[in-house]
C-alpha cells in the first residue's frame, strides 16, 4: 500500500519516485499479522500494545528491530539536501521518527490515513510541525 501510495503522490505532484528505503519498511507482526484487533489484543493483553504505542516497545514475537530503525531516522534527520521529501510508511515505521528526536507523544501511532509533518532546518535541528493528523 505505501509503494501504491507513494507512485500516486508522485504522478499527481509531477515529482520523480525514489526507490523504497528498508528501514521504513511495515513491521512484521508475527503470529498477530492480518488478525483482528481483538485477537491481537487478546493475545498479547492492553500492557503490550499500550507499550507499542506509548514506547516503541514491541510485542513478543514482533520482528521490529527498534535501534536499526531509530538509527536510520537519525541518518536521514541528519543528511544535508535541499526542499522537501515525502516519506509514506506504515504507521509501525512512522514511529521510530519520533523516538529518534526524543519526542515522545502521548501516543507515537499514526492512525490508517493520518500523517505526520516534520521540518529539518540547518542549524536548527528537527521540529515537529504535526502528527496523527488526517486530511
Known sequence: RARQTAAAIAAATGHPLDGPLPWLDEIDHGPDEGQPEAQVLAR???????????????????????????????????????G?????????????????LGLPLANLKLRTGAFGELTVEEGAGVHLIRWDERP
Open 84 to 100: 522537501a521529501d515525502l516519506l509514506v510508511t506504515s504507521n509501525g515505521a512512522a514511529r521510530f521518527a519520533l523516538l529518534a
Open 44 to 82: 498479547l493483553g492492553p500492557e503490550a500494545l499500550t507499550a507499542w504505542d506509548e514506547r516503541g516497545i514491541p510485542p513478543q514475537d514482533w520482528k521490529v528491530d527498534a535501534p536499526s530503525r531509530i538509527a536510520a531516522w537519525k541518518d536521514w534527520f541528519a543528511r544535508k539536501g535541499e
